[in-house]
């Protein structure tokens, strides 16, 4: 088997590609942290977030018959419950996002350890299941995030964009990897509709052009958005748009990323072994 051939073939069921959507919910928090709390303009732009955007995201997702993974900021999670319990409940993966956006760039190994595990702990009593998964709030993590996640039972991360296929990264060769899915801020909502102001239809037709040649080669794509923008009436197209298009194509695994991280991990495990359906 040529290596075209054997990478094409990495994903289950015959999947041809896959699709990872994430949904940052950050409530006001990631705002605070770039804007500052006394910028009330930005601030009262994000209030969007965790109710009708994320309620119009919810509807979206559950008229595709998509399952998401929602990266939450705890103390957003803190303050609205009931919309943690309501993701929850649709079936979609719930993983962290920090404490208050605060960026672990800046923050000690044991600072990191607290945030983590403050957030980790909110999350499992509100949605009833803990987290496996983590992205750092603006993707700012250190060489310390990735052994910290993997020594607290963490199975994936979604900061680096090592490439177009999950990577296990194994700082602690005596424990079990954490997966690496890449992110891009050209697969981000705020790339495109807040660092500019364009119409759906292109972003779109960004992705749809990306994703080509994503599904050509078998490889991920991990979006990343965030109810206060993607969840505003026109950018929600976007989703949609791009969702009715994957879903025609008719062979790529849509799928949550802890689901994804899994996979991978027990791809890489037969690897290891020479089972030969991966040879």
Same mark, same amino acid.
């Given at each position: 088997?040529?290596?075209?051939?054997?990478?094409? &073939?990495?994903?289950?069921?015959?999947?041809?590609?896959?699709?990872?959507?994430?949904?940052?919910?950050?409530?006001?928090?990631?705002?605070?942290?770039?804007?500052?709390?006394?910028?009330?303009?930005?601030r009262a732009?994000?209030?969007?977030?965790?109710?009708?955007?994320?309620?119009?995201?919810?509807?979206?997702?559950?008229?595709?018959?998509?399952?998401?993974?929602?990266?939450?900021?705890?103390?957003?999670?803190?303050?609205?419950?009931d919309a943690?319990?309501?993701?929850?409940?649709?079936?979609?993966?719930?993983?962290?996002?920090?404490?208050?956006?605060?960026?672990?760039?800046? #923050?000690?190994?044991?600072?990191?350890?607290?945030?983590?595990?403050?957030?980790?702990?909110?999350?499992?009593?509100?949605?009833g299941a803990?987290?496996?998964?983590?992205? &750092?709030?603006?993707?700012?993590?250190?060489?310390?995030?990735?052994?910290?996640?993997?020594?607290?039972?963490?199975?994936?991360? #979604?900061?680096?964009?090592?490439?177009?296929?999950?990577?296990?990264?194994?700082?602690?060769?005596?424990?079990?990897?954490?997966?690496?899915?890449?992110?891009?801020?050209?697969?981000?909502?705020?790339?495109?509709?807040?660092?500019? &102001?364009?119409?759906?239809?292109?972003?779109?037709?960004?992705?749809?052009?990306?994703?080509?040649?994503?599904?050509?080669?078998?490889?991920? #794509?991990?979006?990343?958005?965030?109810?206060?923008?993607?969840?505003?009436?026109?950018?929600?197209?976007?989703?949609?748009?791009?969702?009715?298009?994957?879903?025609?194509?008719?062979?790529?695994?849509?799928?949550?990323?802890?689901?994804?991280?899994?996979?991978?991990?027990?791809?890489?495990?037969?690897?290891?072994?020479?089972?030969?359906?991966? &040879?």
């Amino acid at each position: 088997m040529n290596q075209d051939q054997r990478t094409i &073939s990495v994903w289950p069921a015959g999947h041809r590609a896959a699709l990872v959507v994430s949904i940052d919910v950050d409530g006001e928090y990631g705002v605070i942290t770039q804007h500052g709390e006394s910028d009330w303009y930005w601030r009262a732009q994000a209030k969007y977030d965790l109710d009708a955007g994320l309620a119009r995201l919810l509807e979206l997702l559950a008229d595709y018959e998509v399952k998401a993974t929602f990266c939450w900021v705890g103390l957003a999670a803190e303050e609205r419950p009931d919309a943690v319990r309501a993701v929850a409940g649709a079936g979609h993966e719930i993983a962290t996002h920090g404490w208050d956006h605060r960026l672990y760039s800046q #923050m000690t190994r044991e600072q990191q350890r607290e945030d983590l595990i403050r957030t980790r702990d909110v999350l499992t009593e509100l949605s009833g299941a803990t987290p496996v998964g983590h992205k &750092s709030p603006f993707w700012q993590s250190t060489p310390e995030t990735i052994a910290l996640l993997q020594e607290l039972g963490f199975q994936w991360n #979604m900061d680096l964009a090592l490439g177009d296929l999950p990577v296990p990264m194994r700082p602690n060769p005596a424990r079990l990897p954490v997966i690496q899915l890449p992110p891009s801020r050209w697969w981000d909502d705020y790339t495109f509709f807040i660092e500019q &102001s364009l119409p759906p239809r292109l972003v779109a037709e960004f992705w749809r052009e990306d994703f080509e040649v994503l599904r050509a080669e078998g490889k991920l #794509m991990c979006l990343t958005l965030h109810p206060w923008i993607c969840g505003r009436p026109g950018p929600s197209r976007t989703l949609g748009q791009f969702l009715d298009y994957v879903i025609a194509l008719g062979d790529v695994w849509i799928a949550r990323a802890d689901h994804v991280a899994l996979w991978w991990r027990e791809r890489e495990r037969d690897l290891e072994m020479g089972s030969p359906e991966l &040879s």
